[in-house]
């Protein structure tokens, strides 16, 4: 049971004063996360213009990892980053600064290709879960078992259906015995309660400027570590 913050995402610039978009500006607001509680770090690397690329992978994680030694630090493989499968795998081929994980989406078409290449490269696996259908994917790959944690990472706003895909997506999973640890997390509307949901079946989570902004009083948060700070608090009520 963690909490990994996740400290960007694709959000843009607007999205809140304290969002983190070039290696340094990630580093500081990771140290910080991790003085509030966050036990791993998940980034979405920003090149130019704080465009995200697979590129920006070396130079954010050596960053990261120098203030925070010691703290895992994984990334996003996202299809919409570099938009193109050739351009994903040769970034991925090319990293030279490993970060310890990366996340791939089931629902991507090359996912089954991209993590064989980060297996090739020694980078662990999440294994991201939107849907029933990318759970059914994921049971049906040979080699599921070998995957460093499952997502399960709902977008939909409306908490009943998001609840249910869920649950769903977890009888997925336990249909298959796929027995890798899973981290919980929501988007924006659901991100509390997914929080609290994960504490109840002692599920790790993540939140971050790149789930949402707001405390689970809906106020805006002063800045990534505030979020963390109360994730945290919750899944020590836990006792």
């Given amino acids: 049971m963690i909490v990994q913050a996740c400290i960007n995402g694709a959000r843009p610039r607007d999205f809140h004063p304290k969002l983190p978009l070039d ?6 607001d990771a140290a910080a996360c991790v003085a509030a509680g966050a036990a791993e770090l998940h ?27 010691g703290t895992f630090v994984g990334v996003s493989t996202g299809a919409w980053i570099e938009n ?39 980078v662990g696996i999440e294994a991201g879960l939107a849907t029933v ?8 790959l040979a080699e599921h078992s070998q995957v460093l944690r499952i997502l399960i990472e709902i977008d ?30 929501g988007v924006d509307a659901t991100v509390w309660p997914f929080v609290r949901l994960a504490q109840q079946k002692r599920w790790s989570t993540r939140v971050g400027l790149e789930d949402g902004k707001t405390l689970a ?17 919750i899944f020590r009520s836990a006792g």
């Fill in 23 to 28: 290696a340094q500006a990630m580093a500081t």
């Fill in 43 to 69: 980034i979405h690397p920003r090149g130019a213009e704080g465009r995200e690329s697979l590129g920006a992978v070396d130079a954010t994680v050596l960053a990261v990892r120098r203030a925070c030694p």
């Fill in 84 to 122: 193109d499968v050739s351009r994903t795998r040769a970034a991925i081929a090319g990293w030279r600064e490993l970060p310890d994980y990366a996340s791939v989406n089931l629902s991507e078409a090359d996912a089954p290709a991209v993590m064989d290449l980060l297996r090739q490269r020694g």
């Fill in 133 to 140: 259908a990318d759970a059914e994917r994921f049971v049906a």
């Fill in 156 to 185: 939909i706003q409306d908490l009943s259906a998001a609840l249910d895909e869920a649950q769903g997506i977890a009888a997925v999973l336990e249909r298959a015995e796929a027995r890798r640890p899973i981290l919980l997390h």
């Fill in 217 to 233: 009083d809906e106020t805006v948060a002063k800045d990534n570590a505030d979020i963390v700070a109360a994730a945290v608090a």
